[in-house]
């Protein structure tokens, strides 16, 4: 049998050659090595509140002090940055279900930084958006990511109306745009539960601050929150 599998696997090479998420070059990894290398990781030195790399590990950064946030906090797997935003561009256009595993797998350990967890959920895309693009890649790693870690993964938010894509705003506006777009979905059952929220990029926070809201509104005990990666401005 294991020969068997070998000769499909080449065939399948063959037919459609595995290539790398970032850059499309034939890779028998989906990131492949060169890219690899690039990938910024954000390491454990970060705004506790945030997530946001810092000089040192502190509770709140500068632009978390004296800002409700609404969530916990929050951590990011990486620099949303060149090779980041190409593995993320192609988890969200080419439907590429491996690399959401990928990423959730290496997602999972960065749970050890924010608090306990009951149930894992994702920020929710429009049904309108989500019938053309087949799929919500926020919850394709929010169920890769339940599954490393032992946790049950349902969707608790709906959006209550079409938004702007967050990327292409400039920031004032990325405030209203989401404000009172989501609803959770059941408030009875998730009462008293510890909310952990995913999604692929942070970029200021307030989508996940608006679905925080939402599930806070349901009673949630707390909401923690994880992303794929994060923007990071320069100072
Ligand atoms: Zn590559
Ligand atoms: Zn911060």
Known sequence: MPRVRHV??????????????????YSQRSICPLCEAKLEAIGSTT???????????????????GRDFKFHAAAALWRYSGVARGVL?????????LIAHEIA???????ARLGDCDIVTWVPMSKYKERRRGYNQSELLA???????????????????????????PGRERRKNNVGAFASVSSSSIAGMRVLLVDDI??????????????RKAKVAAVYVITAARTVKEA
């Open 143 to 169: 169920r890769s990511l339940a599954d490393d870690l032992g946790l049950g993964a349902a969707p608790l938010l709906r959006k209550t109306r079409h938004t702007h894509d967050q990327n292409r705003l």
């Open 105 to 111: 797998a290496r997602m999972a350990p960065l749970y």
């Open 8 to 25: 499909v696997r080449a065939l399948l090479d063959v037919l459609f050659p595995p290539t790398c998420a970032a850059c499309g070059t």
């Open 89 to 97: 561009k192609s988890l969200k256009y080419s439907n590429r279900r």
């Open 202 to 215: 942070y970029t200021t926070g307030s989508t996940v601050a608006d679905c925080a809201v939402a599930l």
């Open 47 to 65: 705004c506790l509140c945030c997530g946001k790399p810092t000089l040192h590990r502190v509770g709140a950064c500068r632009e978390c002090r």
